[in-house]
């Protein structure tokens, strides 16, 4: 029995330590926001919007901790990121990537699998790797619509990026509209080179060149929904209700945060008096369409 426990346990560190492994991905899904302005002020995020705490270490640093927020629209990413650190680097290594800084890893193309290291020039592959140091401007890919602002706070600083799709995935393919590959790392110089890098998903650090170990993002609502609204020929908008050219077998009204605020079946209108104020989205049997509550 001990030499059969042996067998076991021996071809299971195979299995890990072997070239087939992969690290189980973190994921999260995000979701729709509006209102947000880069300026590093956070305060105007949704407090329904969750911190995402990054803290796979590479190096010997402990003091820093990092943590993000990410929303979307129908033509932007949000980043929100709150960074606490005890000392700044006040000499400015020559290294950009070696300075206080953040840097976003963005991969848009749905034909590469999850468990493939698969390798990328930067800005080709749908696959992008952006960087704000701390205390300066955002230098990367000037002209393509790529913002982000700073504040510095008590004990750290705060970012906030607003980053077009369309140029994100511009290079890859993107045809799913579900859901996107992601790192994010906060590298951290105590004015003595950098000492300690703080990832979401993996310390790695390869993800600056290869996708293997970024996590997976997914949009709450689909972005292929939100655009293909304009599309919807059988739904008819009205003031107080609305009206469908044949008996919708089931109808499902959505709030912009993806929250199911109406349901029906069988009916041939819905009445939408008691939605309050907002966007909001039907789906009645495959086609969708969007309306505003004023």
């Not at 999260?28 to 796979?56: F, K, M, Y």
């Not at 270490?57 to 990410?70: I, P, R, S, V």
């Not at 790695?204 to 609204?229: C, R, S």
């Amino acid at each position: 029995m001990k030499k059969a426990m042996f067998t076991l346990v021996a071809a299971a560190a195979i299995m890990l330590c072997g070239t087939n492994y992969v690290k189980a991905l973190n994921e999260i899904t995000i979701e729709p926001v509006t209102g947000i302005t880069i300026d590093g002020d956070l305060s105007d995020w949704p407090e329904a919007i969750p911190w995402v705490t990054a803290d796979s270490l590479k190096g010997t640093n402990t003091t820093n901790k990092m943590k993000f927020k990410m929303g979307y629209d129908d033509k932007f990413i949000y980043v929100g990121v709150n960074v606490e650190d005890s000392q700044m680097d006040t000499t400015q290594s020559p290294n950009a990537w070696e300075k206080d800084c953040i840097e976003l890893f963005f991969v848009f193309n749905d034909t590469i699998a999850d468990d493939k290291k698969v390798s990328y020039s930067n800005g080709q592959l749908g696959a992008w790797q952006l960087r704000k140091v701390w205390g300066r401007d955002m230098t990367d890919f000037p002209g393509k619509g790529f913002e982000a602002a700073e504040m510095d706070i008590p004990g750290g600083f705060a970012q906030e990026w607003k980053l077009p799709i369309d140029t994100l995935a511009s290079t890859g393919h993107f045809t799913t509209k579900t859901k996107f590959r992601f790192e994010i790392q906060n590298g951290d110089n105590d004015g003595e080179g950098r000492n300690g890098q703080l990832f979401w998903n993996s310390a790695a650090d390869d993800q600056w060149n290869t996708i293997l170990h970024q996590g997976v993002v997914k949009f709450k609502w689909p972005l292929a929904v939100k655009q293909a609204i304009a599309k919807a020929s059988s739904i008819r908008i009205k003031a107080n209700s609305i009206e469908f050219a044949k008996t919708a077998k089931e109808v499902n009204v959505y709030s912009i945060t993806g929250q199911l605020m109406l349901k029906a079946r069988n009916v041939n209108a819905i009445s939408t008096s008691a939605l309050k104020s907002g966007v909001y989205f039907v789906v009645a049997d495959g086609e969708k369409a969007k309306f505003v509550i004023k």
